[in-house]
């Protein structure tokens, strides 16, 4: 590649790098992972045959070269944005996965990405499981879903692109009857024994099945062996009432006749939930979606992790810098 042929995409993440002299707040401007806008970066510098930042463990700065390109950069993202809205039809519908039909965080954002954006078709699927979405997204046939995106199979994982939206607390779902379900919460420890399903056997949901291997290893409790896959609120309550075991779920999750919810604790367990989307996709929807994000994260503290919380090894801060 040469100067004639910079993409524009190497030319947006030099231009966030350069306004907030920071590589990782430069990436969550771009909803972009922050190694896959260094890689970008250095493809341009190599395609200019210049650096273009001085970086530092304590600073990024634009070295003389990168303060030329600038202006040149700048007119250029302009003439393209130009060019895209002179030709540009209504976007067609952006199909958001809710993976269950209930009050979930994934429901709570798209409506507000509704608010925030009426003039976008905002349509609502239900996938039931990230790992079947993520493959319907790589696919074309889906855009966006919400889940535990580590939980994903690596070579899929790198098709998409993920944003953490929430660190959501987990319950457990028990038959009205069981002993359990006189508390008002649930320790851990008392489940010790117990066999809850978690989606074992269901190929949709692999990365929950994982989730929940992790926090139960070492405590005593098993996954509960597959059951029929049950679609819709009708059928997964005949089911469950048939095993009868705990079902491991979000706080979120519907409200089942028959059951209880009560929040797991002592443990409190956390689900990285993250927004899920096809590498590249450009959409003024998923725009949306993300400033919901923003929005209800800054409200609500969803990225807080409290005292005596439990998150999945997965789950580890990546370093600052480019």
Same mark, same amino acid.
């Given at each position: ?124 699927? /239900? ?23 580590? +939980? ?83 059928? /997964? ?84 810098? +480019?």
């Amino acid at each position: 590649m040469t100067a004639r042929d910079v993409d524009p995409r190497l030319l947006r993440g030099f231009l966030a790098v350069a306004e907030e002299l920071h590589f990782s707040r430069a990436a969550a401007r771009l909803y972009v992972a922050q190694q896959a806008l260094s890689r970008d970066v250095r493809r341009l510098e190599q395609a200019l045959g210049t650096p273009l930042f001085l970086r530092t463990t304590r600073a990024v700065e634009l070295t003389p070269d990168g303060e030329r390109l600038l202006p040149h950069a700048r007119d250029v993202l302009r003439a393209h944005e130009e060019l895209a809205a002179a030709f540009a039809g209504p976007p067609r519908a952006l199909l958001v996965d809710m993976n269950t039909d209930g009050p979930s965080t994934g429901r709570r954002v798209l409506e507000r990405a509704r608010e925030l954006a009426p003039g976008c078709e905002l349509m609502a699927r /239900f996938e039931s499981g990230l790992t079947h979405a993520a493959g319907e997204i790589a696919a074309g046939r889906l855009d966006v879903s919400f889940g535990y995106a580590a +939980g994903l199979a690596p070579a899929l994982r790198a098709r998409l692109d993920h944003r953490p939206v929430r660190h959501e607390p987990l319950a457990v779902l028990l038959p009205e009857d069981h002993p359990l379900a006189a508390l008002d919460r649930v320790p851990l420890a008392a489940l010790a024994g117990e066999s809850v399903y978690a989606g074992a056997g269901n190929p949709r949901t692999l990365e929950w099945t994982g989730l929940a291997r992790e926090l139960f290893a070492g405590r005593g409790i098993a996954v509960a062996p597959p059951a029929p896959v049950a679609m819709g609120k009708e059928e /997964f309550v005949r089911v469950m009432a048939k095993t009868r075991n705990p079902v491991l779920v979000a706080v979120g999750f519907l409200d089942m006749p028959g059951s209880v919810k009560r929040p797991l604790v002592e443990p409190a367990p956390l689900s990285p939930l993250s927004m899920v989307w096809r590498k590249g996709f450009d959409h003024p929807g998923l725009d949306a979606l993300h400033r919901a994000v923003t929005e209800l994260q800054n409200a609500g503290g969803w990225l807080e992790v409290p005292p005596d919380s439990w998150l999945p090894a997965a789950l580890t801060p990546g370093p600052d810098g +480019g």
